[in-house]
């Protein structure tokens, strides 16, 4: 059905502004109910969420992470994207994106993105 595919580098040097987009098929952005999450996880850490965009455009963060995170779409791609700003070795994780639906959802296989000079 619904499948997501993560897309951007593998490694970003601190400070700079990490771009992840997330390629959706099986399913529109713009279904009513659905929301388009990020979600990380840093070696040997849980998982963080990091924020989502609604089918109809609402953004929702997390408060330790809304200062340096722009979450958008593009609804002609079919695609929905993650900027972080001022990186830090500390956002080295697994970056995930996610469908929260109403009972079920759906998950990308992940994308490693290393943060180092």
């Known amino acids: 059905q619904v499948q997501l595919q993560e897309s951007g580098p593998d490694l970003v040097k601190p400070s700079q502004t990490l771009s992840l987009g997330c390629t959706v098929s099986g399913g529109s952005i713009t279904t009513d109910y659905y929301y388009w999450n990020w979600i990380r996880q840093p070696p040997g850490k849980g998982l963080e969420w990091m924020g989502a965009i609604a089918y109809d455009g609402t953004t929702y963060y997390n408060p330790s992470l809304k200062s340096h995170t722009s979450i958008s779409r593009d609804t002609s791609k079919n695609q929905f994207s993650l900027q972080l700003n001022s990186v830090t070795p500390e956002d080295t994780a697994v970056y995930y994106c996610?469908?929260?639906?109403?009972?079920?959802?759906?998950w990308g296989q992940g994308t490693q993105v290393t943060v180092s000079s």
């Open positions: 996610v469908l929260d639906a109403i009972g079920w959802g759906s």
